[in-house]
């Protein structure tokens, strides 16, 4: 099998997977939460299958969706009274945790580490600096929703056991 075919087949289940459980009633989430859902495992996955195979572009693209569905599932669980104030340092932390996983995949290439680690905290900065929320109720939200989501989690590790036998069965 291509190496990237199960990333797309896998993504693919877990969307699908995801829309039955909402229209069967143990998902309650609307369509740009399944979107989201689905940004996060995609990039999951391409992350997952990537690293350690010398596939640079495809830890940093994983890595990047990964994190834009993750902006998607704030964006839609939370009131942003200005997003203007988030655009900015996502962007940053994208980039800085991009990078960080990149230096990850090889651990050889300090740049990448200390380049990784610039934008991490100009972003971390600038969000403590400019930011509207609060630590406190972040975390307060951040449980909520845990509660509301399991079944997410649920559906991405059923999937990621298939890929491990799927990787298994190939060697």
């Given at each position: 099998m291509?190496?990237?075919?199960?990333?797309?087949?896998y993504t693919?289940s877990f969307?699908?997977?995801?829309?039955?459980?909402?229209?069967?009633?143990?998902?309650?989430?609307n369509n740009e939460?399944?979107l989201?859902?689905?940004?996060i495992?995609y990039g999951?996955?391409?992350v997952?299958?990537?690293?350690?195979?010398?596939k640079?572009f495809?830890?940093?693209?994983?890595?990047?969706?990964f994190?834009i569905?993750?902006?998607?599932f704030?964006l839609?669980n939370?009131d942003?009274?200005s997003?203007?104030?988030?655009?900015?340092?996502?962007i940053?932390l994208?980039?800085?945790?991009?990078?960080?996983m990149?230096?990850i995949d090889?651990?050889?290439?300090?740049?990448?580490?200390?380049?990784s680690?610039?934008f991490i905290?100009?972003?971390?900065?600038?969000?403590?600096s400019f930011?509207t929320?609060?630590?406190g109720f972040?975390?307060y939200?951040?449980y909520?929703?845990?509660?509301?989501?399991?079944?997410i989690?649920?559906?991405?590790?059923i999937?990621f056991?298939?890929?491990?036998r799927?990787?298994?069965?190939?060697?």
């Open positions: 291509n190496k990237s075919q199960p990333i797309l087949t693919l969307l699908i997977l995801a829309v039955i459980f909402k229209i069967i009633g143990l998902l309650i989430v939460e399944i989201a859902y689905t940004f495992f999951i996955s391409s997952y299958l990537s690293l350690g195979r010398n640079k495809r830890v940093f693209l994983g890595a990047v969706v994190l569905g993750i902006i998607f704030i839609n939370f942003i009274i997003l203007s104030k988030i655009i900015f340092p996502s940053i994208i980039l800085g945790i991009g990078c960080l990149l230096y090889n651990t050889n290439d300090k740049a990448i580490l200390y380049a680690l610039i905290l100009i972003g971390l900065i600038y969000s403590m930011g929320m609060k630590f972040f975390i939200s951040i909520h929703i845990i509660l509301k989501y399991w079944i989690v649920i559906i991405a590790v999937i056991t298939a890929i491990k799927d990787e298994k069965s190939e060697v």
